[in-house]
């Protein structure tokens, strides 16, 4: 690591197409801090397959998310931009997080009780997704971690498995920081809740002007006031309240005309980065990260002879 550099990680999930929320909640931040530090991107296959059981549509998300990063302003060539699965690191230190930890603990995950109130099979994986979210991020000695405020415990459980470890076998794991920008941290989606593909109130990223179109005429408006809360709401990621305040005040109930000018402010972000995204290949992507994912390994591979010492397995 460069002297004075601290180390940052963030991953998204190949579970189906990025939405804004997903920009403005881990992308926008890692990439304004990226160029200061020492930057890891991942591809979050092994957390797709909680709920993701297509394999045909898991290996078509895993590209897209290269050209997601991409696009969004990511580059290959000062962050390391890799796929989980192909670091086995992961896995070997997530196993053993598991054993440090007790069931109660894993228990009072947010994530896995708001899943399986929605409906998602309560299977096992899911259940231990936050110790596997731990390795993840404690395997490359992350200083920061840019996450959405609803993500704050899962910095809490990978803080208490690097704690558990290091009061079992010695000090070998830093404990990391989330970055949240607070403006910014949970995007609301088209139902006035937080922006999540599995509520599927979402806007797409890289959509076409008529998807982005659909999804913000579909925002859900209350008839009973002079500013429809829901499309402010959105609004306000992509202009703060001095910008927006004449255009409400000037469209008072007038919502058609204010989901309008949202779209159009979304555009204007989304277009450029759509085009650079349509210029990168399935062959750009496999390259940048199988190149990023050799990149991955070399570090985690000599996280884990740090690891298998400690916990004996080394001989």
Not at 141 to 159: C, F, M, N, S
Not at 173 to 183: G, R, W
Request: aromatic share 8%.
């Amino acid at each position: 690591m460069v002297l004075g550099k601290q180390k940052l990680l963030t991953g998204l999930q190949p579970s189906g197409t990025l939405h804004i929320g997903n920009y403005f909640g881990a992308l926008k931040p890692f990439i304004g801090l990226s160029a200061e530090n020492e930057s890891y991107l991942m591809v979050a296959d092994y957390h797709a397959l909680t709920s993701l059981k297509n394999p045909i549509e898991l290996r078509s998300n895993i590209l897209n998310v290269v050209k997601d990063y991409v696009a969004a302003g990511i580059d290959p060539e000062k962050s390391v931009i890799f796929q989980q699965s192909s670091v086995h690191e992961h896995t070997e230190l997530a196993w053993i997080f598991q054993c440090l930890v007790t069931v109660p603990f894993l228990e009072l995950s947010h994530a896995y009780k708001d899943k399986v109130a929605k409906g998602l099979e309560a299977n096992a994986g899911l259940f231990a997704y936050p110790m596997l979210m731990a390795a993840d991020i404690l395997l490359y000695d992350t200083d920061i971690v840019p996450v959405g405020l609803d993500q704050r415990q899962h910095l809490e459980y990978a803080r208490e498995a690097a704690a558990k470890f290091n009061n079992a076998f010695g000090t070998t794991f830093k404990e990391p920081k989330e970055k949240i920008l607070e403006s910014v941290a949970t995007v609301p989606g088209t139902d006035g809740k937080k922006m999540s593909k599995s509520y599927g109130n979402t806007i797409p990223l890289f959509g076409t002007k008529d998807e982005i179109a659909k999804a913000v005429m579909s925002i859900v408006t209350d008839s009973t006031g002079d500013r429809p809360e829901n499309v402010y709401a959105i609004h306000k990621v992509f202009k703060n309240d001095a910008e927006l305040a004449p255009l409400y005040e000037a469209n008072k109930g007038s919502y058609k005309a204010l989901k309008e000018a949202l779209i159009e402010d979304i555009e204007t972000m989304i277009a450029p980065m759509r085009a650079k995204r349509d210029s990168v290949t399935d062959e750009d992507a496999k390259r940048i990260i199988e190149e990023g994912s050799d990149r991955a390994r070399a570090v985690a591979l000599a996280k884990m002879l740090a690891v298998r010492n400690a916990v004996g397995v080394a001989l």
